[in-house]
């Protein structure tokens, strides 16, 4: 395999350049750091996201300390040739904040967008991660966790049936919490098997405009 040709880097005068870091899965923009040429023909060796600290004046691999690693899909160089983006698989919260993404302060929404569940679904399993990871005092995740699988799968089958009954009882407000409450702990299943909602939603892509496919059977 070719080497990556690496001439059209246009490093600045701190020998670095800026990287992005987007989710592959979820399109999401992650976190904005910085690498050299060692950082970056590291990444392209290992496929883990590989950065410089500015402030350590060090190489750092993501996650290497905190688990949440950054599986590298594809590197693409911008058009000018100063900065680069890694596309990844992220494995928990991106953020040192324990956040899903480095970018969660507003300065300017889209009131249309900011009422849907983009990016909602990610930052939420995120938390659960972080949650299982640390098992934080007086946390749900921890007290659900330390209570087995079974307990949120019972849960899950009565958040169900509540879902049900709102939507029988066409309660619009009652049936956007239980379904809220039901996705929360499909959420926490997903996190204890290790099933990310970008796996969910590979899986949706891939049925997405086609027809024919093998689904639930029609009742009756």
Not at 32 to 43: G, K
Not at 94 to 110: I, V
Request: net charge negative; aromatic share 6%; charged share 25%.
């Amino acid at each position: 395999m070719t080497a990556p040709d690496l001439s059209g880097l246009k490093f600045g005068a701190d020998n670095l350049l800026p990287v992005v870091t987007q989710d592959a899965r979820t399109g999401a923009v992650l976190m904005q750091a910085y690498a050299d040429r060692a950082a970056i023909e590291r990444t392209l060796a290992t496929r883990e996201a590989t950065y410089y600290s500015r402030s350590r004046q060090e190489q750092w691999v993501k996650g290497q300390s905190s688990g949440h690693t950054q599986h590298v899909v594809s590197v693409h160089l911008d058009c000018d040739g100063d900065s680069v983006l890694y596309r990844v698989e992220q494995t928990g919260p991106a953020c040192h904040t324990g956040a899903y993404s480095c970018f969660y302060t507003p300065l300017l929404e889209n009131p249309e967008s900011s009422s849907g569940l983009d990016g909602t679904l990610e930052r939420v399993y995120a938390t659960i991660t972080e949650r299982l990871a640390t098992l934080p005092e007086n946390s749900y995740v921890a007290r659900l966790h330390a209570g087995g699988l079974d307990r949120v799968l019972k849960k899950i089958s009565e958040e169900s049936g509540e879902v049900l009954l709102a939507a029988k009882n066409a309660d619009r407000a009652e049936l956007a919490t239980e379904v809220a409450d039901l996705l929360f702990h499909t959420l926490f299943a997903m996190a204890e098997v290790g099933v990310s909602p970008g796996d969910v939603a590979a899986v949706l892509q891939q049925r997405e405009g086609r027809t024919g496919l093998k689904g639930p059977k029609e009742a009756g």
